[in-house]
């Protein structure tokens, strides 16, 4: 028999999918549309384990829903954009964004990422995705980047988006605005000083704990807690401050932690998000004390020029030289940093474009409600992110290679001139504004510096794969989208951000349904990470077990959730492939023109009732995206029903023109195929090709998904029955090692239960080789001893030179003479040759019996309620 070579084989079917152009989406197709906003992956070149995996699953819904006869949009997509992009440009050349110029900077950031896109688009291929690459995008381009303009221009118009200074998370490295959903956090080791704040106009002092001395030259408040008995004659005076000698006032705040250091704080602009929550109540002036490249300004008069963490030092330094630090303690602190270069990051009050996010928080939770959560339980992770924000949300970057704000802005007023809708894709730093001057003051108009956040360009993918303002018809029928399908760690940015999005410019959901899958870990469950040199790459498995064994894996990993990589899941994924593969080898010698529907006989509606549960149950975990229990049932079935029982049992028919049987063996196997074809595509698609002619589809990915037949619960009663007796024949066949096609001269079933098995005597019989077969409701089967075997481990200590002769005399007696004497009294006497009576008990001899039935000796296997006695050829 030829053998499937699993490689070679997708090999062939990628290239043969490709030429038919089977994915391909029809905008204009009367089908209903199922739409995928596909993660455009990042432009970064390897495949790790997790997108392996992550996308497998994605296209698993794509073919299945293919199968299911809608017209599926499955974008092939990548994210070029952005500050990791810009970090390894930098890395790899050696710049900075002020050492080339701004276009030559862009340039290089593009070539870099188009650099990996052939080889990545590639990698989807070896894997077995159906992306489609007609509706292909790439969030670098004009074509995309001007949805996301436009979409910026409407929420302008709304009133949606503003800007303001207001104070932002800042990296000092990155040298630019991030949001919150871009700040990461660690754990560290500060100091915390006490230090000696003077009271004004009196020869008292009070002390302030704080980590950040350096900052002292922003405090613009001191706060105590209102019940705070310690203080109580405080609020109200005034305090100098440390080296600056600002006169501050102290004032009582129920926010205070009056445990935490000496229990006063000092309020600076900014510190932190509390310190900006009472910046804002007590509606301080906004101070910089921290520039944009995270060193000290005028306000920090010597330390001024000062990079933060050496202007703490400094200041450190002369406080405790001064004595005006009187103590210092170690403290674990939850410092902030920036996602992508780890450095710490700063509060900010610089000009930014806001998105407003704090007075839709409502509207957001209600769109989340009318999108279908799998698993439901993802949603939460939402809720509580939109529960917890307190700032509306900054989009602008003070980066290069992202899209362009498409606004030109009065430097003397801040008067704001928003490109038109038909003229982006725009870059402002590029084309001149459509005024010389300022329209208010005459002042001049410069093209916006600062780019979007790259979710600006991610979350409007449903609005760019939907045709808005490109098709209003298609727009109208495509939006919103089917399926949104994303990892969980993205569900406070790409989640969020587009609902809250979509719902601004359409008042809509952008998708039915959420998809939400895991991480991919190391075998033993710990994240996989270059530094930790446990990385698994998918390539060497795609190359030595082939795509659908990874994808496997992949079936095995249910949504939500973690998984640690486990090799053998790949292992078994070939294995079943083999074993589909050649059972289709062996039907495809039975069936060999479309078979017609007919009457069944009952075994086969015994398999047909069990299939077209698994087909129900399949279609239902299709549906509701759990790949991992769709898997699980149809391999079940096809491995442990379908192939190693119901093929077995029909062997004996496929000879003859027996048209049951060939009906059934095609609807079964067929629908197995198809049930598996979009976990399993290349296996699926070789083995259907004997019966594609039949079935009527040039592809199984293209085929159509597979009918019901009837549920029979008497008959599969009666077939499971039917399989268990087999089974226990041929386990029993296995204990005595016979062949399984040793023969038998008869089989009889005997219980009160056993005419179930009327009709089924020929599936059994020819099954397990038995010459006759009978079902009787009872039978009477006599015991006989037909040897007896002396035991020679307790005969020779016992009886020493002697036992030769005991053994001897024993092995010749009558069998059922010695059953009957010992059933009878235990023991019995024997006489040896010197005369001497020595008595033989129990424990000595062993009576062989064996089971007779009409004179012919026979075995038995008790099944349920059944006896099977068997009797050998
Ligand atoms: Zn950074
Ligand atoms: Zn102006």
Redesign the pocket.
């Given at each position: 028999m030829a053998q499937y070579e699993a490689v070679e084989n997708e090999r062939k079917w990628q290239k043969q999918w490709k030429e038919w152009e089977l994915y391909k989406f029809d905008p204009d197709s009367d089908a209903p549309p199922y739409s995928i906003d596909n993660p455009p992956r990042y432009a970064s070149g390897a495949l790790h384990l997790g997108h392996a995996t992550g996308y497998s699953l994605i296209d698993f819904a794509a073919r299945y829903h293919r199968q299911r006869g809608f017209n599926v949009m499955f974008p092939l997509c990548f994210d070029v954009n952005g500050t990791p992009v810009e970090v390894r440009v930098e890395k790899k050349f050696g710049i900075n964004k002020y050492s080339v110029p701004r276009q030559e900077y862009i340039k290089m950031c593009e070539e870099y990422a188009d650099s990996f896109i052939d080889s990545m688009t590639k990698q989807f291929e070896i894997l077995g995705e159906s992306m489609d690459p007609t509706v292909y995008y790439q969030t670098d381009a004009p074509y995309y980047r001007r949805i996301t303009q436009i979409s910026f221009i409407k929420m302008l118009e709304k009133g949606l988006a503003y800007k303001g200074e207001y104070p932002v998370n800042w990296?000092p490295?990155?040298i630019t605005a991030l949001a919150d959903a871009e700040v990461e956090y660690d754990q560290n080791i500060t100091k915390l000083n006490y230090v000696k704040f003077p009271v004004a106009d009196a020869d008292d002092h009070i002390i302030i704990a704080t980590t950040r001395p350096e900052l002292i030259c922003t405090c613009q408040t001191i706060a105590v807690h209102p019940d705070d008995a310690r203080y109580k004659e405080l609020v109200g005076k005034d305090i100098l401050t440390p080296v600056f000698g600002k006169r501050v006032k102290v004032i009582s705040d129920e926010k205070v932690d009056p445990d935490f250091g000496s229990g006063i704080v000092m309020i600076c602009t900014i510190g932190d998000k509390t310190d900006l929550e009472w910046v804002m109540k007590y509606k301080l002036p906004l101070e910089k004390g921290i520039d944009e490249e995270g060193r000290m300004t005028a306000i920090a008069g010597p330390y001024e020029g000062m990079p933060v963490k050496d202007a703490r030092a400094k200041i450190i330094e002369d406080l405790l030289s001064a004595g005006t630090i009187i103590k210092q303690e170690e403290q674990q602190q939850n410092r902030s940093i920036?996602w992508?270069?780890h450095?710490p990051i700063e509060f900010l009050q610089v000009k930014q474009w806001f998105i407003k996010i704090m007075d839709f928080k409502k509207e957001v939770l209600e769109k989340a409600d009318q999108i279908q959560w799998f698993p439901e339980f993802m949603k939460v992770r939402l809720q509580d992110w939109v529960n917890s924000l307190q700032w509306d949300w900054v989009v602008s970057r003070q980066r290069y290679f992202a899209t362009p704000i498409p606004v030109w802005e009065c430097e003397k007023c801040g008067y704001v001139l928003p490109a038109k809708e038909e003229d982006c894709y725009i870059d402002p730093t590029v084309t001149a504004p459509y005024q010389d001057a300022c329209p208010m003051c005459g002042g001049e108009l410069k093209g916006c510096q600062d780019v979007f956040d790259t979710w600006m360009d991610s979350s409007v993918s449903p609005l760019y794969n939907t045709f808005w303002k490109r098709d209003d018809e298609k727009f109208k029928r495509l939006y919103p989208m089917s399926l949104r399908p994303q990892s969980h760690d993205i569900i406070r940015t790409w989640a969020f951000y587009t609902i809250l999005r979509e719902h601004l410019l359409t008042g809509e959901k952008p998708w039915e349904h959420i998809m939400i899958h895991g991480f991919i870990m190391a075998p033993d469950g710990t994240p996989m990470h270059t530094s930790l040199g446990n990385v698994i790459d998918p390539m060497p498995l795609l190359e030595n077990y082939g795509a659908d064994a990874l994808r496997y894996y992949a079936c095995t990993c249910s949504l939500g959730e973690d998984h640690a990589f486990r090799e053998r899941d790949v292992v078994h994924g070939k294995k079943l492939c083999t074993k589909m593969w050649n059972l289709g080898k062996l039907i495809e010698m039975t069936v060999t023109e479309r078979p017609e529907r007919v009457q069944l006989k009952p075994i086969d509606r015994w398999i047909m009732s069990r299939y077209t549960k698994v087909l129900e149950a399949v279609t239902a975990h299709y549906e509701s995206y759990n790949f991992d229990k769709a898997m699980r049932e149809v391999e079940n079935f096809a491995w442990k029903e379908f192939a190693d029982h119901y093929v077995e049992m029909t062997k004996h028919r496929t000879r003859g023109n027996d048209k049951s049987v060939r009906y059934t063996l095609y609807t079964v196997y067929l629908g197995i195929l198809k049930m598996m074809a979009p976990m399993l595509p290349h296996v699926t698609e070789d083995a259907y090709q004997a019966f594609a002619g039949m079935d009527g589809a040039k592809s199984i990915h293209i085929s159509k998904w597979p009918e019901p037949e009837r549920i029979d619960e008497d008959a599969e009663m009666r077939g499971e029955l039917t399989k268990e007796i087999i089974a226990s024949i041929r386990t029993w066949k296995a204990e005595k090692k016979y062949p399984l096609n040793k023969e038998l001269a008869r089989v009889e079933v005997v219980g009160k239960g056993s005419d179930l098995l009327k009709g089924y005597e020929d599936d059994i019989s020819q099954t397990v080789r038995a010459e006759k077969l009978d079902l009787l409701k009872e039978a009477h089967l006599d015991r006989c001893a037909n040897m007896v075997r002396p035991v020679h481990a307790k005969i020779g200590p016992l009886f020493k030179n002697q036992a030769r002769e005991v053994v001897a005399q024993i092995s010749t007696m009558d069998p059922e003479e010695v059953l009957s004497m010992l059933t009878s009294k235990g023991s019995f006497e024997i006489q040896l040759n010197d005369g001497r009576d020595v008595l033989i008990t129990n424990e000595l001899v062993e009576v062989l019996c064996e089971l007779r039935y009409q004179g012919k000796a026979v075995e038995t296997i008790q099944v349920g309620d059944l006896l099977v006695v068997i009797e050998v050829k």
């Open positions: 990296c490295r990155c920036c992508r270069c450095t």
